[in-house]
């Protein structure tokens, strides 16, 4: 069973940084996609990034390109989200989620069928 725990959530100022883990278990030969999508309150969840586990090919959101990186370490089944240059639009919970099994599309939320359970960011003005 795949399980996905986010950390490094927390409270920043704006124009501050922030580096989000997704800690993964139960990853196997037909998992595809680990990514991080977001949740600000009253809006709809969105996608922020997602990384191929094979080969590591990279997806972002437009409003993230050149301020958030997510890169992987293998050896720990580990999936990171660096977030520079934060700014108020960026509050949200945080979540990481996988896709196993499926073909991985990018940031489309309805093909990843493993979630976490979010962790808070919060970027004041």
């Known amino acids: 069973q795949v399980q996905l725990v986010e950390s490094g959530g927390g409270s920043v100022q704006a124009g501050g940084s922030l580096r989000l883990s997704c800690a993964a278990s139960?990853?196997?030969?037909?998992?595809?996609?680990i990514g991080w999508f977001r949740q600000a309150p009253g809006k709809e969840r969105e996608g922020v990034a997602t990384?191929?586990?094979?080969?590591?090919?990279?997806v972002y959101a437009d409003f993230v390109k050149g301020r958030f990186s997510i890169s992987q370490d293998n050896v720990k089944n580990t999936v990171y989200l660096q977030m520079n240059s934060l700014n108020p639009e960026d509050t949200g919970v945080y979540y990481c989620?996988?896709?196993?099994?499926?073909?991985?599309?990018?940031?489309?939320?309805?093909?990843?069928?493993?979630w976490g359970q979010g962790t808070q960011v919060t970027v004041s003005s």
């Open positions: 990384i191929f586990v094979s080969g590591g090919r990279t």
């Open positions: 989620a996988h896709v196993r099994g499926r073909i991985c599309t990018g940031l489309d939320s309805t093909t990843y069928n493993y």
């Open positions: 139960g990853l196997t030969y037909n998992s595809n996609c």
